[in-house]
């Protein structure tokens, strides 16, 4: 089992950036793959970027390719999310997920574990 937790959210300006990061517990964090959700007030919870277990694969959601990144440090426990040229419609409560020998994947069903999640807010 693993346990998460994010930060590096808060306020930012339209076309500004922040990295978020999320740290996991335990000693077998290369094995999992990694992922980022966000979820607006209202809306269903959406896929935004997803890294495989070893760091060789990732993918990223149409709606942030380009301006989103995000990688992984094994050695720190660590996977984060780089957001550049941010849009108000960014805003959104921002969820780190993790799956055991995962793909890194755009399905929820594919994370069980999952962190409390960091506030993104974007003002125009």
């Known amino acids: 089992q693993v346990q998460l937790v994010e930060s590096g959210g808060g306020l930012v300006q339209a076309g500004g950036s922040l990295r978020l990061s999320c740290v996991a517990s335990g000693r077998t964090f290369s094995s999992y793959a990694m992922g980022w959700f966000r979820q607006a007030p209202g809306k269903e919870r959406e896929f935004v970027a997803g890294i495989s277990w070893s760091g060789g694969r990732t993918g990223h959601a149409d709606s942030v390719k380009g301006r989103f990144t995000i990688s992984r440090d094994n050695a720190k426990n660590t996977v984060l999310l780089q957001m550049n040229s941010l849009k108000p419609e960014d805003t959104a409560v921002y969820y780190c997920?993790?799956?055991?020998?995962?793909?890194?994947?755009?399905?929820?069903?594919?994370?069980?574990?999952w962190g409390q999640g960091t506030q993104v807010t974007v003002s125009s």
């Open positions: 997920a993790a799956s055991y020998l995962g793909t890194g994947g755009s399905r929820r069903s594919e994370y069980p574990y």
